[in-house]
């Protein structure tokens, strides 16, 4: 079955760098687009980025801060981020769909903080 399994989160000053991963499973991974979400605390959940074979996108968010890519030989996807502010503390969340069916990751806690 489809599996996403994000991972790389954690605690970073403002102004840090956090690069996390999202391991697929049960599917072909190349062949899908995929997606960052995230929910900060009471908000509701964000379109980050997305990336497929038409390229990537970002949200207004992520421009010029975050990148997103992808290594079809591992099945992963990644999200680098720089430049972090209090505010893009959040759960973060890779996406899919397949056979028009959407699945989510659990999520990775990212917690920016002095």
């Known amino acids: 079955q489809v599996q996403l399994v994000e991972s790389g989160g954690g605690l970073v000053q403002p102004g840090g760098s956090l690069r996390l991963s999202c391991v697929a499973s049960?599917?072909?991974?190349?062949?899908?687009?995929m997606s960052w979400y995230r929910q900060a605390p009471g908000k509701e959940r964000e379109w980050v980025a997305d990336?497929?074979?038409?390229?990537?996108s970002y949200g207004n968010s992520a421009k010029g801060r975050f990148t997103i890519s992808r290594d079809n030989a591992k099945n992963t996807m990644y999200l680098q981020m720089n430049s972090l502010k209090l505010e893009d503390t959040a759960v973060y969340y890779c996406?899919?769909?397949?056979?028009?069916?959407?699945?989510w990751g659990q999520g990775t806690q990212v917690t920016v903080s002095s």
């Open positions: 990336i497929s074979s038409a390229g990537t």
């Open positions: 049960g599917f072909t991974f190349s062949s899908r687009a």
């Open positions: 996406r899919t769909v397949v056979l028009q069916q959407i699945y």
